[in-house]
């Protein structure tokens, strides 16, 4: 009689080691990535500006990504040099002296790129048309900036956009990091047909 | 008598019209005039518009607004107090306004700062919202699952309880059948081994070969495949919130994903664009002042990280490709908390790869080849134009 009860306390023991593995093979800890075969090979040995395991060694902050060095341009990227200052007397005179690069033409091909940047980062609060009715205005999260044809901005000059653009207005941040500044003169392309309508 | 007293109604109301008529247009003009820089109940680039008409008489606000650079100019002591107040920040001539407009502008801040209960209202269905957020989700997942998996563990036991019950009874039964047929004690016992041998023994070695097999295989096929993955952020952002509800752009923040190899986890700039005036005092977004200020960045867990040895670049899929977001990375757009939505396998790159049909017409990326293939082929995949090349992605 012993040895039965044994055996049978065996039958409990082998059954919770079954029902572990079970539970082991399903189990989902989804904060986990889980296991990694040679993780050496998944998370990258060169020092990636987007993903980082341990600090850096090699830079003062222990980042990967570098800031660009002071008072450098990267090659092409000329145009990344804007000479007027954000201040009111400089929005003014870019208004008068800054015109649009003679290669952002006004053809129907560079409007149509510049709706389409424009859909991406101008939308949401100026609206598909301009007309100050973007999701997020209309659902009253933010306060809505005046329509590009409204008597205020509809003879706004492309220098006095491009500077918004670069510095931001009012409530509006800058854009200058999102957008480039090709890109941001084919959006006035675009803004311009808004103001005509 | 009566159609007077009608006549006084219906002049009561025809002027009640013209009130509100007059301050849904206040609004309106609030709106396209004043709102990028102004609210009525704080400050955002000028100050806080409430009692404005308390604090200056008409005539001065008309000529403030119309152009206030004249005014301070003439040495108005307020004005220049204000502007020295506000950084010298200059409020632009809205000379084009009448005063009708300006008076209907006044009427509608008027009103607004006359309604106190609004203000108080919006704070209370603020904190509404957030508790409902909070237990919008019901139990947290991970309580579930080790709730059902202990649930799950109690019932296996209480199978192996009663198989152990049922032996006991069994055996009991065959000792007295064994007394009661006068068999041998000895040979009773040598059966009942083989028995427990034959049944028991064999169901405990095929559950646990099922179970190892199980688990053996769920394991290896899981290695290096983060399907699912869900960190906790160091932010609790919500895509359903902004891609979502507020419909921004997956662009709007992920500038890269048209222009580079990757889509960019959004720098702190970009979140201040909306939220140097959205939702300030949340202790989530402080989060975003306080990395501002320490300049120690907010660190984002990466979900979606393709192994070393593999190139893949987002320009090529989104702009040239045409693939949208969500056919890699899934219903973004309803995710509270994002998680790796495709297994990022190499078998589930190539099944794109073979199935995905090129657009070669629309697109000067593909004029070349397109020249090339003219009539050789019905359709285009991705495969046909060496997608499937390992030199393509490992190199």
């Known amino acids: 009689m012993k040895f039965k009860v044994l055996s049978s306390l065996n039958i409990l023991l082998t059954g919770g080691v079954s029902t572990l593995l079970f539970l082991g093979g399903c189990a989902g800890d989804n904060t986990s990535p889980g296991i990694e075969y040679a993780p050496d090979m998944y998370h990258s040995v060169a020092y990636d500006p987007l993903s980082q395991m341990e600090a850096n060694p090699h830079t003062k902050d222990g980042k990967n990504l570098i800031e660009p060095v002071k008072n450098t341009i990267a090659r092409g990227q000329l145009d990344y040099v804007y000479p007027y200052a954000n201040t009111p007397e400089d929005y003014e005179r870019a208004g008068n002296e800054l015109k649009i690069p003679a290669d952002i033409d006004s053809s129907e091909a560079t409007v149509a790129e510049g709706k389409a940047i424009y859909l991406n980062y101008c939308a949401v609060c100026h609206g598909e048309n301009g007309m100050a009715d973007g999701p997020i205005v209309a659902a009253e999260k933010f306060p809505a900036p005046p329509a590009y044809n409204s008597d205020r901005l509809k003879n706004l000059p492309a220098g006095k956009m491009y500077h918004s653009i670069t510095y931001g207005k009012n409530l509006m941040g800058s854009y200058a990091s999102q957008v480039a500044p090709k890109e941001r003169w084919k959006i006035i392309r675009y803004i311009q047909t808004l103001q005509k309508q | 008598m009566k159609s007077g007293s009608r006549l006084i109604l219906l002049l009561t109301l025809v002027l009640l019209g013209m009130n509100t008529l007059k301050a849904a247009d206040g609004a309106a003009l609030f709106k396209a005039n004043c709102t990028a820089c102004h609210a009525v109940d704080k400050q955002v680039v000028g100050p806080a518009l409430k009692d404005v008409h308390k604090r200056r008489d008409e005539a001065w606000l008309l000529k403030f607004i119309k152009n206030s650079t004249a005014v301070i100019n003439s040495g108005d002591k307020y004005a220049v107090d204000l502007y ?55 139990i947290p997942s991970a309580t579930l699952f080790w709730g059902l998996a202990a649930l799950t563990g109690v019932l296996i036991l209480i199978i ?168 890699c990375h899934g219903p973004i757009e309803e995710m509270e908390v994002v998680y790796q939505h495709s297994p990022l396998t190499m078998g589930w790159c190539i099944d794109c790869h073979r199935k995905k049909e090129v657009d070669l017409k629309k697109n000067d990326y593909y004029l070349k080849i397109h020249e090339k293939m003219k009539g050789t082929e019905e359709v285009i995949t991705v495969e046909k134009l060496g997608g499937l090349e390992c030199a393509k992605c490992h190199y």
């Open chain 2, 160 to 327: 192996f309880l009663l198989i152990f019950i049922t032996t006991l009874l069994v055996n009991a039964l065959r000792e007295k059948e064994a007394r009661e047929k006068n068999v041998p004690t000895e040979s009773l016992k040598q059966s009942m081994n083989l028995m427990k041998n034959k049944f028991v023994a064999t169901a405990i070695v095929f559950i646990l070969v099922i179970a190892g097999f199980n688990y053996t295989v769920k394991t290896a096929r899981a290695v290096g495949v983060h399907q699912g993955y869900a960190p906790v952020q160091p932010i609790a952002f919500s895509h359903k919130l902004h891609a979502g509800t507020n419909q921004i752009q997956c662009q709007t923040c992920h500038t890269g994903v048209e222009k580079s190899k990757s889509a960019n986890i959004p720098s702190t700039n970009i979140c201040m664009n909306c939220h140097s005036y959205v939702k300030k005092e949340s202790p989530e977004i402080q989060k975003l002042y306080k990395a501002i200020e320490t300049g120690v960045p907010v660190e984002w867990i990466r979900i979606h990280n393709l192994p070393d040895f593999v190139y893949f670049n987002h320009q090529q899929h989104v702009k040239v490709g045409g693939v949208e977001c969500q056919e």
């Open chain 2, 84 to 138: 020295n107040k506000y950084n010298k920040t200059q409020m632009p001539a809205f000379d084009y306004l009448q005063d009708e407009d300006i008076k209907a502008i006044i009427g509608y801040i008027k009103e607004k700062s006359e309604a106190p209960a609004e203000v108080a209202a919006a704070p209370a269905a603020g904190g509404d919202a957030g508790a409902e957020n909070n237990g919008g989700g019901g």
